[in-house]
């Protein structure tokens, strides 16, 4: 498609000249201005400039059929596979073994009060067992007495009966912890109790204890870390990746973990919460990079469960990893492979497929060689009407890639009717020309002319949507409907009126790109002779600028000029 000038001239007369949108117009005394009109032609030169314009970023490539002279293109040789390779470098991490707290079970708090006058404090420790399930444990005072100094006795209640009644003699001495059935214990401090009094905490057999990040390692009471029961973390060191990281007895787990992302260590540690885990990244990508820990007093290795972490190695983008290091080319061996007769020579434990590639384009003269990240591929041409020899494989090279040895002649293009088939190989660019379109388009569905114009003019805006939707229609008849193309291409066109005519999910637009070119290249551009629905939006805009052209001058007495060109 070639977009044509358009121009309004107004002759004979040139007494005054004004820009209106992004066209010319010159208009004389004696002649309306219309400016209804000439806003309207405005959007539509704008709508056509981005049809355009979009076609170009899509690259057309054109195939001839009929008689006349041929050119020739170049001979193509690609792989008859996906490659597979890894093309984003990753980081190597290192993360808790498990959760931190694995325990399954808890309660509700270590330190909970009496109600009424008994007066002792208390702290409940240990893991709960779960063998009363979820419930309320109450502990009541059965005999009050003085602790420390007289006999105290307390019943603990569960699902409303009592299971176990705990004995606290003259001679206990308070702060001491006793251990209870339920895997639990109870420490009275010093006190009076009496009958009847008691408090409750609330117990658990199927949640489980969670981590605090933000309490610290000495804390007391409800404010601790909650390592395991068989964890502790107190001052001390250890290393990583040969750097010291010093913990504090009053520390936090944030706290040490900030000190590890400052330190000279190289990573970044962090806390995820959702899986209870403590992870190292670190900050240079790449499978060179490891992260290594070691010689610590503190404790807090085990305790994080980092000490029996197993390494994530980092990964490099294996285009430019060794061909030896990446497992789709590990079998390519020292030796030489021939592109037009020139020996390419390979060392598998040196060189990177980018490097090959690169040394056939230096080395043979108008030859190119190509890795399309998007399609795992491997193409190389001979250059534009030249033949293309490969061969002598030696190095396993062209078999790792997926392409035959052999000749690939170049393709005759037969000159005459062109026929145009359009690739969108750039979705980055071809996304942003949608998008264009669909800001020329939106004001073109919901333009509401008036003045002089009057309803003639507002019937242009009608008919406009009118032959959009009906193309839009068309299109559709031969694919599905509307939610087809929204689910396969990504695409939602709406020409009703509303707020935007074009919505795009560029995932599924790259996903219906590289599953099925063929019918997205057809629904947009056309093929087979069809014409597509950007060539029906285009020729729809056509229609309406020569609609505008004779409600300027139906006559053309006062002597409008129409240039028109597509």
Known sequence: MNVGPISFGFSPLRASSMRVGRFQVESGATVDARPDLRSLAGYLLDARESLEALLSAARPERTRSGSGSAAATAGLATSSFSLGLETTPKAAVLRSAEEVNTTPTSYSTHVPEFEGASSPDVEIQGVYDGSHGDTTLRFEVASGGLVGLTSTRLNVIANGQVVETVQFAGSYDPGTPVQLENGLTIALGSGTTFANDGFEIEASSSVGTAVDPDASFDGTGDDVPEFESAFEVGAGSFTINGAAISVASDDTLTDVLAKITASAAGVTASFDALTETVILTQDTEGSAEAITLGADTSGFLAATKLDTAVLEPGSDDER??????????????????????????????????????????????????????????????????????????????????????????????????????????????????????????????????????????????????????????????????????????????????????????????????????????????????????????????????????????PTRDAGLILDLRA
């Not at 007769?341 to 060689?369: M, Y």
């Not at 980055?428 to 003639?456: F, Q, Y």
């Not at 599953?515 to 290249?521: A, G, M, S």
């Open 320 to 553: 430019t990893a060794a061909l030896a290091e990446v497992d789709s080319l590990s079998g390519v061996v020292a030796g030489t492979f021939f592109v037009q007769g020139v020996a390419i020579d390979v060392d598998p434990a040196l060189d990177s497929l980018t490097d090959v590639l690169e040394r056939i384009e230096a080395n043979v003269e108008g030859v190119t060689a190509t890795y399309d990240a998007d399609s795992g591929r491997v193409t190389i041409s001979g250059g534009t009407g030249n033949e293309l020899t490969l061969g002598g494989d030696a190095a396993g090279f062209l078999a790792a890639i997926g392409i035959d040895e052999g000749i690939y002649e170049a393709q005759p293009q037969t000159s005459g009717r062109r026929r145009s088939q359009i690739s969108f190989h750039d979705t980055v660019k071809t996304r942003s020309g949608l998008l264009a379109l669909e800001s020329a388009l939106t004001p073109l569905t919901s333009l509401r002319l008036g003045g002089r114009a009057g309803d003639r003019l507002a019937g242009f805006g009608a008919e406009l949507r009118k032959v959009l939707s009906e193309s839009l229609a068309e299109v559709d008849e031969t694919l599905g409907d509307r939610q087809f193309v929204r689910t396969e291409f990504g695409l939602d066109f709406d020409f009703r009126g509303k707020d935007e005519v074009l919505q795009i999910d560029l995932d599924r637009f790259r996903r219906a790109l590289r599953e099925d070119p063929e019918r997205l290249v057809g629904f947009l551009a056309g093929e087979g002779g069809s014409t597509g629905l950007l060539g029906r939006i285009d020729r729809a805009l056509e229609t309406t600028l020569r609609g505008i052209a004779n409600g300027l001058d």
